[in-house]
């Protein structure tokens, strides 16, 4: 055992010099020495030094040319005194070795090279590389300069020892005497823990740490939006389901046939399955007669308007999908205001970068009353996003197919120093909201923002796909901080 001949060792010496040569001469492999002094020393039972040699060894490539010779001397002797045709000397060699050799033989000047013809400079070479090759293979001095010419054509490369030198500790024992760590039932039937000598208690040792769940940067945001629309008296949308018709997600919306949105490239179509079932067939002739001739003091746009198209399935592209379906179920009741919100995750068809995803999360919140007007809309904002700490809002005109008069929403970041934009709002068209059956001096105002956003801006990060999808540091979800909007 490695324990008991460093320890005998030990009592007969006064130092084990060298702890490679010590487990050499007793048969151990070093690696095993040395985890058994590194126990020792660590209960000082001896004193441990460390020893660090380090050493030129010979690569792969190297050991070869030691063996059979450098390439350009390969290349010097297979060139017979008369010279050889160029193509018959590249036949005589390997290929690595005809490219090396050549360009080292010219450099030496042992060969002259022509277009077609190689014939020799000298007619004597010695081959150095070989020779110095085999002196550090034997452990012979070799000068720096030498040294530096093999390194560079990496045929050496440096090796690293590292060992002990080992005297008697203080605790030094001929036996190691394990400590007992518990006092047992055995123990004090016996009556030997009177003899026990018990390992002592570290009481400054840490604990192992304790594993519990974090919650990623989005739920945290997530929860503190959540927590600012409840304050202001909101009630949560449905939006479990992923998935959704075109008529709900787009015809419902007026948003036009004709709409580059709805093509392919922007939004994911299911194939199976490919359509829906189930739509209210009294709504949906109120929704195609606003979309083909118009009603409620608009044109409508004019073309016809295809049952198939609105039929198709896709992957929602905004949660405005869900509240176009509440807004058809409240009109169903006697009307009652009502404050919505929802956050939930929704898909487009884009291309991934910095700054997009092909799903992210999407905030909203709309409030239903009658005789609602810009200005309470421009006043529910500046509540909403004083209370995410954004009290600076500027807006502009924009256009939407479903809302008019249309918002962009501006805040001033105080760390960047400029206007950023944050959301989109506006009040729902007479067109979207009629047909569902809404009284008609209701009005509907509505708002919206990416979660991710945000997100980005409180945490610091500069890339979406940092905080989102695959490529998530699962380290920093335990370190990233507690989310405190607005303080």
């Known amino acids: ?58 690569t792969e490539e190297g050991k070869t040319y030691a063996a059979v010779g450098s390439p350009e001397f390969q290349l010097f002797s297979a060139v017979p005194r008369e010279g050889i045709a160029r193509e018959e000397l590249q036949k005589k060699l390997d290929p690595a070795v005809f490219k090396i050799g050549c360009q080292q033989a010219i450099k030496n000047k042992w060969v002259e090279m022509a277009k077609t013809h ?4 000298v007619q004597h070479a010695d081959d150095k590389v070989k020779d110095l090759l085999l002196r550090i293979q034997n452990g012979e001095a070799v000068n720096q300069e030498d040294i530096d010419a093999l390194k560079r054509r990496k ?74 629309f409840l304050n202001m008296g909101f009630e949560e949308m449905p939006t479990n389901n992923y998935v959704e018709s075109s008529f709900w997600n787009f015809d419902a919306l007026f948003q036009p046939q004709q709409h580059p949105a709805r093509d392919s490239h922007d939004t994911f179509f299911l194939k199976v399955p490919s359509t829906t079932k189930m739509l209210p067939e009294d709504y949906v002739e109120r929704v195609k007669q606003v979309h083909e001739s118009g009603g409620y003091q608009s044109r409508g746009y004019g073309c016809d308007w295809k049952r198939e198209e609105a039929n198709k399935n896709l992957l929602r592209t905004h949660t405005t999908a869900v509240s176009s379906r509440m807004l058809c179920a409240l009109a169903q009741k006697p009307f009652t205001p009502k404050k919505y919100y929802s956050i939930d995750r929704v898909f487009r068809n884009e291309a991934v970068d910095k700054t997009h995803l092909a799903e992210f999360h999407q905030i909203e919140g709309l409030i239903c009353d009658r005789g609602l007007t810009l200005g309470d809309l421009i ?3 500046h509540d909403f ?30 760390g960047l120093q400029k206007w950023i934009e944050v959301g989109n709002s506006g009040m729902f068209r007479p067109e979207m909201l009629l047909p569902t ?51």
Request: net charge positive; charged share 30%.
């Open 1 to 58: 055992m490695a324990e008991d001949a460093i320890l005998a060792f030990l009592q007969k010496n006064d130092e084990i010099s060298d702890s490679g040569k010590f487990a050499e001469e007793h048969g151990f492999a070093h690696d095993e020495i040395v985890n058994v002094i590194r126990s020792l020393n660590g209960f000082r039972l001896v004193d441990a030094q460390d020893i660090r040699r380090e050493r030129w060894v010979l």
């Open 437 to 487: 059956g809404l009284p008609e001096d209701v009005r509907v105002i509505a708002w919206g923002l990416s979660l991710e956003r945000p997100t980005m801006i409180l945490y610091g990060y500069d890339n979406i796909r940092d905080l989102f999808g695959p490529k998530v540091d699962l380290a920093e979800l335990k370190k990233n901080p507690i989310c405190r909007l607005g303080l």
């Open 379 to 381: 006043g529910v904002l």
């Open 155 to 228: 045929l050496i490369t440096q090796q690293v020892w590292k060992g002990n030198s080992v005297r008697k500790g203080p605790n030094y024992a001929p036996k190691r005497k394990r400590a007992a760590t518990d006092l047992t039932r055995e123990n004090l039937q016996r009556g030997d823990w009177k003899e026990l000598e018990f390992k002592e208690y570290n009481f400054s040792a840490k604990g192992q740490p304790v594993e519990g769940g974090y919650l990623h940067p989005l739920l945290k945001v997530r929860r503190q939006i959540q927590m600012v």
């Open 385 to 414: 996003f004083s209370r995410l700490g954004m009290s600076k809002l500027r807006f502009k005109p924009a256009y939407n197919p479903y809302t008019e008069p249309s918002m962009e929403i501006f805040s001033y970041h105080e």
């Open 118 to 121: 190689v014939s020799r400079k």
